[in-house]
Structures are given as structure tokens and as C-alpha cells.
């Protein structure tokens, strides 16, 4: 989550990224950059099993998808306070229950999407639909909540 509980201009809790680097190999190279730089995390411990296809979000930006299997758990942190407020650690088993799943509806409709609540943190926009591809995939996927408002949060 970033600082203020606001990482990304409408709120909510983004996963790490960032733009790629002149010496990245690829997409794969840039996440772990990423995730390295902001939570600390030991890229030794991680084996990437999948890229998800390049997506562009509302914003314009050009994104793409990164999942990893942790085979080595470390601690994780939030590196620069001006960067990241906090890392969560959440069981997928926990995001996929219905208790924390829900429909969220944002700038007036314009967006529509999964929705995870996780605390007082809300999980949602590019993050929540990448938690809700893998819960499907992997078939945890439950039926979600009710559809909410942005502002209702």
C-alpha cells in the first residue's frame, strides 16, 4: 500500500511495479526489480511461472502481469516510506472467501471490477483484477459480495 493508503490516484492497495529499466531483460526482470526495491523481497526465492498478456489500463498505462510461485519465504518490508505505507501478506484462501470478495463500481460507473477488503485496506483497479484472474484460474474463485460504491467504502 502506498503512503497515506493512497498508492495509486483513486486509493486502494496496488502490488509492486514500475516502469521497466534500460538493463531489464523483460517483464519478468522488471516485476522482481520492483518488488525487490519496494518490499525488500529476495528475488532468490522466486521462481516466475507465468506473464500474463500486456494490458492497458484507464489510465494509458501499459502493464503486464507477473506471477511468481514464493518458494523461499522472507521477510518483506516497505523499503522507502515515501514509496510504499506497508506491505500485506494475505492467503489467497482469505481473498477468495466471500467475506472479503465484492463488486466495487468507481468514477461513476465508468469502471467496474472485483474488489477485495482486507482489513481497512481495500484491494482493487489492475491488483484486484489480477487477484481475481488467479483465483479463477486456479479454481478458488467464489461467488463475490454485493456491488459497491467507491464513495461507500
Known amino acids: 500500500m502506498g503512503p497515506g493508503g493512497c498508492a495509486t490516484p483513486g486509493g486502494g492497495s496496488p502490488s509492486p511495479g514500475g516502469r521497466a529499466d534500460p538493463g531489464d531483460a523483460d517483464p519478468a526482470a522488471t516485476a522482481l526489480r520492483e518488488a525487490t ?4 523481497l529476495d528475488p532468490s526465492g522466486v521462481d516466475v511461472v507465468a506473464m ?3 494490458l492497458i489500463l484507464l489510465t494509458g498505462f501499459h502493464v503486464t502481469a507477473v506471477l ?3 518458494r523461499t519465504p ?3 518490508h516497505a ?4 514509496e510504499t505505507e506497508a506491505v500485506l501478506h494475505v ?4 481473498l477468495a472467501g466471500s467475506a472479503h470478495r465484492f463488486r466495487l463500481r468507481a468514477g461513476g460507473g465508468v469502471w467496474r471490477g472485483p ?3 482486507v482489513g481497512d485496506d481495500v484491494v482493487w483497479g489492475f491488483t484486484g483484477d489480477v487477484v481475481d484472474a488467479v483465483l479463477r484460474l486456479g479454481g478458488w474463485e467464489r461467488p463475490p459480495g454485493p456491488e459497491l460504491e467507491w464513495e461507500s467504502l
Open 37 to 40: 526495491e519496494e518490499t525488500g
Open 52 to 54: 500474463l498478456p500486456r
Open 68 to 70: 511468481g510461485h514464493w
Open 74 to 76: 522472507t521477510r518483506l
Open 79 to 82: 523499503v522507502d516510506p515515501a
Open 91 to 94: 492467503p489467497p484462501a482469505v
Open 115 to 117: 474488489g477485495f477488503r
